[in-house]
């Protein structure tokens, strides 16, 4: 190999990187905890193993057109939710400074691919700080890449990468009637993804219709309420004032999520907090 396992292995300190990388998660997590989102968040660092076999292809170097590894630190976020995919990627712009642009799923109107969005960030200096590993001698960045995905999509991309884009048989693995039936299995995801908001959108407004004003909040927003409920004030209230419930119905979820993370009093999502954001 072009580095040596154990050079690195001794220079790195690999298990401070993983420690930034734990730290890392936990930032995320606190942060979109604050918000009500649900999710699941993965971190791994690599190995000096991985970090030598990446480093062989070809374009990495200290080069002026070279390229340098950005994923040394990894984070995958999963949401359960597709539009909440969009409002993660926003809360991580607004917290991390981004390298480049997203990458993500370039598909046609007529093909299928797993839905992935990835991004790459600088570590924050107070973290690069504490770290006294050398990577100098290596052509990698001070940066992190984070992966998001939906519930729905996070099972099949490990299948997908390992069996289908890694394979070490090249072409010869895949056959093209396979291939088309894989996607099928895609475009299913893809609506299950799609369905699950339809349904849940439908449900908020057959409560809202009822007046059952806390289902429809429930329904609406999709967050990970805490267990008191709306209380009796403002279940009045609404029923004097339609209007107003009208208003509260047709905000937008991800103003809403956002006003939350602006109210840094709170710990847990509550119904009544719901309401104090959205005035």
């Known amino acids: 190999m072009k580095y040596n396992v154990d050079e690195i292995q001794k220079n790195m300190h690999i298990r401070q990187v993983e420690g930034i990388g734990d730290r890392l998660e936990e930032d995320i997590r606190n942060i979109l905890n604050r918000a009500g989102i649900y999710f699941r968040i993965f971190s791994r660092a690599k190995t000096p193993f991985s970090i030598a076999q990446k480093l062989e292809k070809p374009g990495y170097g200290f080069g002026e057109h070279d390229k340098k590894m950005q994923d040394l630190i990894g984070l995958r976020v999963v949401v359960y939710y597709q539009d909440d995919m969009d409002i993660v990627r926003t809360i991580l712009e607004k917290t991390f400074r981004q390298v480049g642009e997203w990458s993500k799923t370039d598909n046609t109107e007529e093909e299928f691919k797993a839905s992935k969005l990835n991004g790459v960030f600088w570590v924050p200096e107070e973290y690069q700080r504490v770290y006294n590993g050398d990577i100098s001698f290596l052509p990698i960045d001070a940066t992190f890449e984070v992966q998001l995905r939906t519930i729905s999509f996070e099972g ?101 999520l956002y006003a939350l993370l602006n109210d840094v009093n709170h710990e847990d999502i509550t119904f009544d907090l719901l309401v104090k954001v959205m005035n």
């Open 156 to 256: 099949w991309h490990e299948i997908e990468h390992d069996m289908r884009y890694k394979s070490p048989y090249g072409d010869d693995f895949w056959r093209e009637d396979l291939s088309r039936t894989l996607n099928s299995v895609l475009a299913n995801l893809e609506l299950c993804d799609w369905t699950t908001l339809n349904v849940f959108e439908k449900l908020a407004r057959y409560h809202y219709e009822e007046g059952n004003w806390e289902m429809m909040i429930k329904g609406r927003f999709r967050l990970r309420f805490a267990g008191k409920p709306l209380s009796q004030e403002l279940v009045d209230f609404f029923n004097e004032n339609h209007e107003v419930v009208r208003c509260m119905y047709h905000c937008s979820r991800a103003d809403v």
